[in-house]
């Protein structure tokens, strides 16, 4: 089993710049991929971005050029460096990891809200 916990969700003006974090823990060596989602009041979880253990990442289109996602394997922690944040990116992101055996977790999620 895997346990993640995210943090650094808040209230942030468009414009401004947010970081949250994810640690994972339990069985943190079998994980091949972490990634983050997002999901608005009202709306389907949507996919924002993913990083394997090789680095390869990938983004939503909505994000791409404003977001980052990095991830540090010795910390079993996966981080979303979010810039130009606008009202449209207020949502609860939850932090999923996928093991070997293609089980996939998810966190509690983190609430961000931009005020425009």
């Known amino acids: 089993q895997v346990q993640l916990v995210e943090s650094g969700g808040g209230l942030v003006q468009a414009g401004g710049s947010l970081r949250l974090s994810c640690a994972a823990s339990g069985t943190s060596f079998m994980i091949n991929a972490m990634g983050w989602y997002r999901q608005a009041p009202g709306k389907q979880r949507e996919f924002v971005a993913r990083?394997?253990?090789?680095?390869?990442?990938n983004y939503a289109g909505s994000v791409k050029d404003r977001f980052t996602i990095s991830r540090d394997n010795a910390k079993n922690t996966v981080y979303l460096q979010m810039n130009s944040l606008q009202p449209e990116d207020t949502a609860r992101y939850y932090c999923n990891a996928r093991d070997i055996r293609l089980n996939s977790y998810w966190g509690q999620g983190t609430q961000v809200t931009v005020s425009s």
């Open positions: 990083v394997t253990n090789g680095a390869a990442a």
